[in-house]
């Protein structure tokens, strides 16, 4: 049976005796497994930001996915407590970057467009000095560029690009090609996976929301700029399970076709999946041991091998057998 845009593998029911639908959780409870997209400045590092984040709402952990320097600007997401267990898998997202890049010498603009068209797809790069990763040559992939202006020897464009790829060593490398040399001037990153500057935060709005819940009890405006951490998936093929699976799940078991209640059809083999309950708040994460229409004609097997864990054990009641 299909249902929109999921499969039903069996019709299931919830009760409100366990768990909680993300849009019922307390400002306490939102927070805890919420991230923000802040709006980073010129000037603090990405580590810095999240530490500030981390005193404004007075958590214990926070984590970001995807370091920008100190002069770089635009959107970082930043993760609280719970939802920190989600970075390392985010981390290796696509990201969109506006760079400002500085010619040292005079060139013609068709030849600076024709350049810019050799850098696209896979390139070999070398991380520059000043970056923290080991300086050893590697494959970047560039998803594509747009120059949007030229004025003398100022290019500014647009680039999306596989994460890991330093834009301030494109800009050398273009500057190389052209034969007159060339550095990155101003970069602003507008996108990192499904999080995009429109949704971005200054540090100064979270700390007003934050202010406005705790002296006025005033709800709406911090659960507007904290976003539950199931959004954070929300272009990851999902799989729904009972809740009588959820236990398991959270003590480390893969998921059996058994537990499914429903399943989306971009499931792929192979391709990470996101594990939900029936009242719609993320479980795992993992990876697809086969298609969704395969696990359809399933009647007993694992289906989803499962890498990172992300609700806290005993929120479900515990209904499996342990060996």
């Known amino acids: 049976m299909k249902l929109g845009n999921?499969?039903?593998v069996e019709e299931v029911g919830t009760?409100?005796?366990y768990g909680c639908p993300p849009k019922k959780r307390s400002v306490e409870e939102h927070i805890r497994k919420g991230f923000v997209c802040i709006d980073k400045p010129m000037g603090p590092s990405s580590h810095e930001v999240v530490v500030w984040v981390r005193n404004i709402l007075g958590v214990k952990k926070t984590g970001h996915a995807g370091t920008l320097d100190p002069r770089v600007t635009g959107v970082l997401p930043v993760f609280i407590?719970?939802?920190t267990k989600l970075v390392k898998f985010l981390q290796e997202s696509g990201k969109e970057y506006v760079c400002l890049m500085r010619l040292h010498g005079d060139t013609k603009e068709e030849e600076i467009r024709k350049v810019f068209r050799m850098f696209t797809g896979k390139i070999f790069q070398k991380p520059p000095l000043k970056s923290a990763v080991k300086k050893q040559l590697r494959?970047?992939?560039i998803y594509g560029t747009q120059i949007l202006e030229i004025n003398g020897r100022d290019v500014l464009f647009k680039v999306a690009t596989e994460s890991g790829t330093y834009i301030r060593k494109l800009c050398k490398d273009i500057g190389e090609v052209l034969g007159v040399g060339a550095h990155m001037q101003e970069?602003?990153?507008i996108k990192t996976g499904n999080f995009i500057e429109s949704d971005s935060y200054t540090l100064q709005d979270l700390l007003d929301a934050f202010i406005f819940w705790k002296e006025e009890g005033e709800e709406r405006y911090i659960r507007e700029i904290i976003k539950?951490?199931?959004m954070a998936v929300a272009s990851?093929?999902?799989i729904v399970i009972k809740d009588t699976a959820v236990d398991a799940i959270c003590h480390g078991a893969n998921l059996s076709i058994k537990g499914v209640a429903m399943i989306e059809k971009d499931v792929r083999k192979k391709e990470n999946v996101a594990i939900f309950t029936?009242?719609?708040e993320l479980v795992a994460l993992g990876k697809a041991l086969m298609s969704a229409e395969d696990m359809l004609g399933l009647k007993k097997g694992l289906v989803v091998d499962v890498e990172r864990v992300i609700m806290e054990r005993g929120i479900y009641p515990s209904v499996w057998k342990s060996k």
């Open 81 to 83: 407590e719970v939802a």
């Open 236 to 238: 990851i093929p999902k």
């Open 278 to 280: 029936v009242k719609g």
């Open 228 to 230: 539950p951490m199931e």
């Open 15 to 17: 009760t409100d005796d």
């Open 187 to 189: 970069l602003r990153r």
């Open 6 to 8: 999921y499969y039903m």
């Open 139 to 141: 494959i970047r992939e």
